[in-house]
């Protein structure tokens, strides 16, 4: 039968429209990253922390390190900038050559928050971070909202890998039923 040439532009026009996605994903996680940092940054009562529910308090906290502090002083800031513009540029790479758009999509929200924390360590040397959930007096690190775009996207791209593994054996079954073997 051969493909049709409405569905072989219609693919093409989906890869525009998957770069368009991850980008607006990216914009989005940057502005609100950025947006609630300078909230954070600007608000002298989160020095002292503020109770916003029995497991949640709003403080800021300067992190110099990468997630949950790792290499805080032992990796000098421009070297988690470096490392972070490397894997960003893969991921731009990726993200042009994105098949689909949840691919897409997560690869925005994983480039959108990195630049959000590669922008802080070339501003601060360091992340703002204030997102502080705890349980009774175990707290998890503190955090912000660059860091969950980035587990969220991370998240997708493993709920993706995971779905389409879980497809590929049905493919391959179709494919044997229709050429009999």
């Not at 998957?18 to 600007?42: M, V, Y």
């Not at 497991?55 to 972070?84: E, Q, T, Y």
């Not at 992340?127 to 705890?134: G, K």
Request: charged share 20%; hydrophobic share 50%.
């Amino acid at each position: 039968m051969g493909d049709h040439p409405r569905r072989a532009g219609r693919s093409e026009g989906a890869g525009m429209n998957s770069r368009f996605l991850g980008g607006l994903c990216a914009i989005a996680a940057f502005g609100l990253d950025q947006g609630t940092k300078a909230l954070a940054l600007n608000t002298p009562a989160l020095e002292r922390g503020v109770e916003v529910l029995p497991f949640l308090n709003l403080v800021r906290v300067l992190n110099d390190g990468v997630s949950f502090g790792m290499l805080g002083g032992i990796v000098p800031w421009w070297g988690l900038i470096a490392l972070a513009a490397v894997i960003v540029a893969w991921l731009l790479i990726w993200l042009w050559r994105a098949p689909d758009r949840l691919t897409a999509a997560a690869l925005g929200l994983i480039i959108g928050g990195a630049l959000g924390n590669v922008l802080d360590r070339l501003r601060y040397r360091a992340v703002p971070d204030f997102l502080d959930f705890h349980y009774g007096t175990y707290h998890w690190p503190s955090f912000n909202l660059a860091d969950v775009a980035i587990f969220c996207g991370a998240v997708l791209l493993f709920w993706d890998s995971f779905r389409s593994a879980q497809n590929k054996p049905e493919r391959n079954h179709r494919e044997e039923n229709v050429t009999g073997k």
